[in-house]
């Protein structure tokens, strides 16, 4: 059976990943976590998006030696109540993330990856990658695959999503969170394998 892995395991690869300097950002892929802060009912961690969104990026980066982006816990979602932090419409969540995915592929990155642990902006960001050469990857669409949960089922979905939260404030990482990694590096890894044929063909 494979070994639970803690907290301090995903803080290891995301201090590795994240201390890059400018010069090593040349050529590199970089994945952007993007999540939100939002008042979840039942308990569920305001933050749970973005440390979804940082935990996978940062494990894939480990196993692949790519860099991570400091993480963007800044959402837009028409739903979001309260607590929200984050703009009341998507225009400054696109401006915002075109401004980092393009100063990132102006300062020499390969490819710049955003990795996407809140559904309620999806189409705006989807937008800005295809607009700038990015690719968007959703850490939800893994965890669902990983957990094999039927996206359609909502009460399957919140059920996963209290099972996430329950493991992480314990200080554990769910074995489904590194699995939806290593589906999100195999994602990505696909995307760059393309552009590097893409680079060779020209």
Do not use: K
């Not at 939002?38 to 749970?48: F, Q, S």
């Amino acid at each position: 059976m494979e070994r639970q892995l803690g907290f301090e395991h995903v803080v290891t690869a995301c201090l590795g990943a994240m201390l890059w300097s400018a010069e090593g950002l040349e050529g590199g892929v970089v994945l952007l976590p993007l999540g939100s802060l939002e008042d979840h009912p039942r308990g569920v961690p305001a933050a749970l998006d973005t440390v979804l969104a940082l935990a996978a990026s940062c494990l894939a980066a480990r196993w692949e030696g790519w860099l991570v982006a400091p993480p963007l816990g800044y959402g837009f979602s028409p739903c979001h109540r309260r607590l929200a932090v984050g703009p009341r419409g998507p225009r400054l969540l696109e401006e915002l993330l075109a401004d980092i995915v393009g100063g990132l592929l102006r300062g020499g990155a390969l490819h710049v990856a955003i990795v996407d642990g809140h559904e309620g902006h999806r189409g705006v960001a989807e937008a800005v990658a295809a607009r700038l050469g990015a690719s968007h990857h959703s850490v939800w669409d893994s965890l669902v695959r990983a957990a094999r949960v039927d996206p359609l089922d909502w009460r399957g979905l919140l059920g996963l999503e209290e099972e996430l939260s329950r493991e992480l404030v314990r200080g554990r990482v769910p074995h489904v969170l590194v699995e939806a990694a290593r589906l999100l590096r195999e994602e990505v890894a696909g995307v760059v394998d393309r552009r590097l044929r893409a680079i060779g063909a020209r």
